[in-house]
Each structure stands twice: as C-alpha cells, then as structure tokens.
C-alpha cells in the first residue's frame, strides 16, 4: 500500500509477443477452419468456373494497352501463350489491393521468370492514363503491360467478387465499402485477418516484398521515410523493425511492419494522387481482383479471386504452384 508499481519495458513486450501470438495463432485457425467449411475441406482455394479457366472465360474482352493504346484480347492473349503467362486482374489504381498486386509482382518478378513466366499482363480498374500514373508512382518494369480496363468488366468476366449489394444504385458505393471491410458485409471475414497481420505481425510471414516496397517508396520521397537505412548504392543495411523486443530477429513479418507499409500507400500514394487514381466507375469501388497464370496454349497453371480487402495471393504460395 502506498507504493508503486512500474513494469519494466521489457515486460510489456513480452506481454504483447504473447498476445500477438495468440491472436495470430486463433485468426489462423479460423481461417483455416472457415476455408475448409466453404472449399468442402479441399487442401486449395476454390475459384469460380470462369476463373479456373481464364483462356476461355475472357475470351473477347479487348482492352488498351495503356503504354500504346494497342488493343489486346485476353482470352486470346492467354491462349496463345507459348510459355507461361501470369496475369492480374486488378481492382481500381488507388485501392489497397491494387497497390499491392503491383508491388508484390514487382518484387516477385525475378522469381516468377526463374519459373518461366514471361508475360506480365496487369489489369486495372481505370482509364489509361490512371494506369500510366499507377506503373510511375510504383516504378513498375517496363514489360509489365498495364491494361485499362475502367468499367471492371475483364474482372467481372474472371469471376471477381462484385461486393456488397452491387447493382443497389440508390447505395452510395462507399457506404458498401464500409459494409464489405467493417461490419461484416462480403469479404469481411477474410479482410479482418489480412488486415490485423499488418499490426500484430506474423511469425512465419515473408518480408521480403515488404522491405523492397518500403525501399521504393523511401527513395521516392514517400513519408514514412525513414524505416530504412539505405547505403550508397541503395541497398538495405538496416530495417527499424529489426530492432523490435523478442519478434525483431526472429518473425518473418513484425508487429507494425506491414501497417506502416500500408501507411506510406495510403497517405504518400492513394490519397496525395487520388484525383488521378480514383476510379472511373463506382461499380469498381468495391469489386475486388484476383490472378492467374497459365502455360502454353492457355493451359490453367494457377487461379485466385480476392476473399476479401488487402487480401491479395501469397507470391510464395504461387512460386510453389507452378
């Protein structure tokens, strides 16, 4: 009685790596738990028909090449493979899943041509010149070819989700967005543990994708700007993060590492340019995205439809796949 008690910095992170574990370990297994109920406990994602088979799905849907207008056919695009193709099917430029679509295909691009793709086609959700802006900000690779496609339709035809209530007019299309990330409207239950990773961390994450993404954004003058430490030639000495109590040295994701990358996005990249990233149609607000690769002759290798916000593919499960 009289006297205070203080509780030493280090307790409280340990208190929190306990915490943050535990969360992480109960997300995981309601993901775990919820993919089995809904996939008839397949060991695989399940995707709609039109996604199994992108070749024939989105045979016909022409867009413009945003570097040269040139119009290309998807279908026939993928048909005609003659090694693997990997294309995106993008939400709108200034959205979080687009974004990091974008960076990790970046990222992975090395890797993803270590297993034979050689065409990168990438579709977004907005005009030409919204797709040109996006491929700048991010300093995407120039043979990544960035399709315009603002009405969504190429997703639609892939089978993307549309989200909740998509054909209500009388609806403001950000009221839906709040209904899909916030209370429990499609995709909600997939958007709630993509979006807690980025604050609790994940033990057996992959940062690699994240740190080169923090890279770009940093030499690009984008606040937060100083979580890396860069050397002369631009390579990473150090990472803030690496300095974090009892998680820094040994999870693969941080507590806050993947926040902070959303951060940057967010402030530095969606809303500085939202004028000119925004989407063109309001359908789009809420349609999410998915991928593909395939092989020669539009052979299906891989498919993925969004569940959810942020909750894009893992690249490393793709590597695996093919």
């Not at 054909?167 to 995709?187: E, H, N, Q, W, Y």
């Not at 979580?227 to 974090?244: H, M, P, Q, V, W």
Request: proline fraction near 7%; include cysteine; aromatic fraction near 8%.
């Amino acid at each position: 009685p009289g006297s205070s008690c203080i509780i030493a910095p280090r307790a409280i992170w340990q208190l929190f790596h306990l915490v943050a574990r535990a969360i992480w370990q109960l997300l995981h297994s309601m993901l775990v738990a919820i993919l089995a109920i809904s996939s008839g406990a397949c060991s695989c994602l399940v995707v709609p028909l039109a996604a199994a088979n992108p070749a024939a799905s989105l045979d016909g849907v022409m867009l413009p090449r945003a570097a040269d207008g040139q119009q290309v056919d998807l279908g026939d695009a993928l048909a005609k493979s003659a090694a693997k193709t990997l294309l995106v099917l993008g939400t709108y430029p200034a959205d979080f899943n687009m974004v990091e679509y974008a960076q990790k295909v970046r990222c992975f691009w090395p890797h993803l041509q270590e297993k034979g793709i050689t065409r990168c086609m990438l579709v977004v959700n907005g005009e030409a010149a919204a797709c040109t802006k996006l491929g700048s900000l991010l300093d995407l690779p120039e043979e990544f070819e960035l399709l315009a496609d603002p009405k969504g339709e190429a997703g639609r035809r892939f089978g993307v989700s549309r989200g909740f209530r998509p054909d209500d007019t009388r609806l403001s299309p950000f009221a839906k967005l709040f209904v899909m990330g916030i209370i429990g409207g499609p995709g909600a239950w997939a958007t709630l543990p993509a979006v807690l990773i980025g604050y609790f961390g994940s033990p057996g994450g992959r940062r690699e994708w994240l740190e080169q993404s923090l890279k770009q954004g940093q030499l690009a003058g984008r606040w937060p700007d100083s979580i890396l430490e860069l050397g002369e030639d631009g390579a990473i000495i150090s990472n803030r993060f690496d300095d974090t109590p009892l998680v820094g040295g040994s999870w693969g994701v941080r507590p806050f590492e993947l926040a902070t990358l959303r951060l940057q996005n967010l402030v530095s990249l969606q809303l500085k340019n939202w004028e000119a990233l925004k989407p063109a149609d309001d359908r789009c607000l809420t349609q999410l995205g998915g991928c593909a690769v395939v092989g020669p002759g539009g052979e299906p290798l891989y498919s993925w439809v969004d569940r959810g916000l942020c909750d894009v593919p893992d690249m490393d499960e793709l590597l695996a796949a093919l």
